[in-house]
């Protein structure tokens, strides 16, 4: 209750499971809005249920969590992306879901509703759509910019989603995106379905993160019956859950590199998840884990495959390729750094510092550029110097495909050199 405590609030819901959840007016809903603001709480989320919004509220430091709840006047509320600015996507999805505005909102173009749903606001008052019009991006000013229209169609399994270049030459100085091309109605589909069936849409709402969604939709509901979850079931799904993750992690780490142009990290991390799958076959009968969290708790799970390969052994480690260990060149203590200079802190520190300080036309943020971290020598950014240096734990001849340093230190600890 300490989150609530220093919010106005009349009414605490009685069987509001696990964490409490409070009516609200205007200024418990403002200082709530000014608790984000200072970063004293975290948006958990913000969400609407007509006529009312719920906004869900985090204290990190002491582990709080509490909801709270406006009841909306005419169908309007503060606005709190306004002065939170991670709110503004969701007022936004709530106008196009519910129609319920935000008022002062910093953006008011819908979310959801890209113009084929055939009516708007689905979840409130329905009413019939208007003509489509175009969307608005948000302008960019300046000399040279151009405009790079990306999806929503792509050519890899990804979701659709539209991304607006703005740039002027490799300097991309706007990015803005659009998503909501497959919104699929899963709130209005879970009305009047039974348990098992709401399961199955919630593990529905997104392929890669089947788990995750089941994992939530499992807790919610147990909470709100207050069932006791027996300690196998906490186990596996923590399990599934961590499959899921390494290779969702291994995917999307290896899609970055390749964005870099580095497609040979993107074959080693293919090659991970790869493993990883196989992995969540072998225990649990799918490879993506779909529905094995209702399965599995309900003690209706598949059935393993005839000769299981599953075996103890490590999906990511000393085993990988020579070629994908040479992220870890930077690290002192690493045997095959013996024979080659690694960057000390203070030429470390530089490097950081540059890259945060980079040109003022280069938006993209440092961390961003992880990988450069290690492995660039100079200014990434050097017109005069465009090759830069890399920082190998292990080099490779690139026409043979075999590592060089590997038979170099095989012969000096032969020889004792």
Known sequence: MAILDAITHSDVAERHRPWPRAQVGDEGWR????????????LLGLWGDAP????ALLDGPAGDIAVISYTCKSGKYPSVGARHAPAIRL?????????????????????????????????GKKTAAPKHAPYNFL??????????????????????????????????VRLEQRLGWVHKGIESLMEGATLEQAA??????????????????????????????PLR???????????????????????????????????QCAILRERTLRAAEAGFGHRLITDECRRRCLGQARAPPPEP??????????????????????????????????????????LRQRLDHQDGGHQRRARKVAL???????????????????????RVDQERWMTVIDAFEEAWEVNGH
């Open 233 to 267: 079931a906490i186990y596996l799904r923590a399990l599934m859950a961590e499959l899921e993750r390494l290779a969702n992690h291994f995917g999307d780490i290896g899609a970055i590199c390749n964005d870099a142009s580095f497609s040979l990290m993107q074959a």
């Open 31 to 42: 200082q709530a809005i000014d608790q984000l603001a200072a970063g004293r709480l975290v």
């Open 139 to 172: 302008p960019a000013e300046g000399e040279g910019l151009h405009q790079i229209p990306v999806g929503p169609v792509h050519a890899g399994i990804i979701e659709p989603g539209h991304f607006r270049f703005t740039a002027n030459g490799e300097h991309v």
């Open 309 to 350: 390969h599953l075996q103890a052994q490590t999906i990511a480690g000393n085993d990988l390729a020579p070629e994908f260990r040479i992220v870890h060149a930077a690290q002192p203590h690493t045997r095959r750094l013996r024979h080659l200079a690694a960057l000390d802190d203070q030429h470390g520190g530089d």
């Open 52 to 55: 009312a919004v719920h906004m």
């Open 91 to 123: 007022e936004r999805a709530i106008n196009d879901l519910f129609g319920l505005e935000a008022v002062n909102a910093s953006d008011l173009r819908s979310w959801l509703d890209l113009g084929f749903w055939g009516i708007r606001h689905p979840l």
């Open 372 to 394: 450069e971290e290690i492995f660039v020598d100079r200014h990434v950014l050097d017109g005069d110097q465009p090759r830069a240096e890399l920082m190998l734990g292990d």
């Open 200 to 229: 199955k849409l919630a593990a529905r709402t997104s392929g890669d993160s089947t788990v995750a969604y089941a994992f939530a939709f499992a807790q919610a509901a147990e909470a709100a019956m207050q069932v006791k979850v």
